[in-house]
């Protein structure tokens, strides 16, 4: 039997994400359904936006896939940078904003990306992705199952890659302009990651489809576990004040935003991960000793979520997970 191209085989495994994910995410909104808005880029490729919006669970959210490739242009050179005549990305990406502040916000992202030459042949190949979860009042059991699941899907491939992949994502989702705050309590996320030695092309593409797979067993639970959870008109402020924030990040700092609007991405779906409705007050502070201003102490200083888990508390996730 032939060997299935890369880029056919992560296309197709990035498309079975995306099915995988929606159908998990409608079962736990109980209401809402995705639409799908199927889409062209004038110069190569397109992809397949969903939208799920005005749920039981989820005020806005997309899973989106994209398979886009074109020219290299001078603009990509001196501003991504890149190098190259042709390029080819495929990936998925997902941002949910559910509509009780005690179920977090999540982001997900897998992507591939290639660099051709003039005369077509492979100059360049690298993998990315990540999972980080926004939550706007701080349950440490869920942040530790949160990290604990990605844990236990980097550990089947090295016992390396989580510390690593953690402390990535620590320093990539922050906004530098507010004092090192960062946009969540993070998660694992890489980038430019290419085939070396064991670590080759198969290895890189398993461990994206693992931890991609991972996604609904790290953040239904929590959704399960929260979204009937009563809340107050106070508690709905501070939740669209944080949305402010994770807003600024999206739009200031995030290299797939800058990416897709300097390639002549389609811009809906680039901008799908911004909030429905979000808070920018002046010099907005939490009271001392609230639940709020622990929520943003723990955003201002990351902590070790897996040394904190016990035997007990992954057995209840696990069971949660599996019902």
């Not at 498309?15 to 199927?38: N, P, S």
């Not at 890149?82 to 949910?96: D, I, K, M, Q, Y």
């Not at 290639?114 to 993998?127: I, K, Q, T, V």
């Not at 907005?284 to 201002?300: K, N, S």
């Amino acid at each position: 039997m032939p060997e299935i191209p890369t880029r056919e085989r992560w296309t197709s495994m990035i498309h079975e994400l995306q099915d995988r994910i929606c159908a998990a995410l409608e079962t736990a909104d109980g209401k809402a359904r995705f639409i799908e808005d199927a889409w062209e880029r004038p110069e190569g490729g397109g992809g397949k936006t969903r939208v799920i919006a005005n749920g039981n669970v989820f005020e806005k959210g997309g899973v989106n896939t994209s398979v886009v490739f074109g020219d290299v242009t001078d603009a990509m050179r001196t501003q991504l940078p890149v190098n190259g005549s042709r390029w080819f990305a495929c990936g998925l990406s997902l941002v949910l904003h559910p509509v009780n502040p005690f179920v977090p916000t999540v982001h997900c992202n897998y992507r591939m990306f290639e660099l051709y030459l003039e005369s077509g042949e492979l100059a360049d190949r690298w993998f990315g992705g990540g999972t980080d979860l926004t939550p706007f009042y701080l349950i440490e059991e869920d942040a530790r199952h949160f990290h604990q699941t990605y844990k236990n899907s980097c550990d089947s491939f090295d016992p390396a890659l989580y510390p690593r992949f953690k402390k990535e994502c620590d320093q990539y989702f922050v906004n530098g302009h507010r004092n090192g705050e960062r946009r969540g309590i993070g998660g694992i996320f890489y980038d430019y990651q290419r085939a070396e030695g064991e670590k080759d092309t198969d290895f890189w593409m398993r461990f994206g489809e693992a931890c991609g797979n991972a996604f609904t067993a790290a953040y239904i639970p929590i959704v399960e576990k929260r979204k009937n959870t009563a809340y107050t008109a106070a508690n709905k402020h501070w939740q669209e004040i944080r949305r402010g924030r994770y807003a600024e990040f999206n739009l200031v700092h995030d290299r797939g935003t800058l990416f897709g609007l300097k390639t002549n991405g389609r811009t809906e779906s680039i901008l799908m991960s911004l909030p429905p409705v979000a808070r920018f007050e002046y010099n907005y502070q939490p009271a001392p000793g609230t639940e709020e201003d622990r929520l943003l102490e723990a955003c201002l200083h990351p902590r070790e979520w897996v040394t904190e888990i016990s035997e007990e508390e992954k057995n209840e996730w696990a069971r949660r997970s599996n019902s």
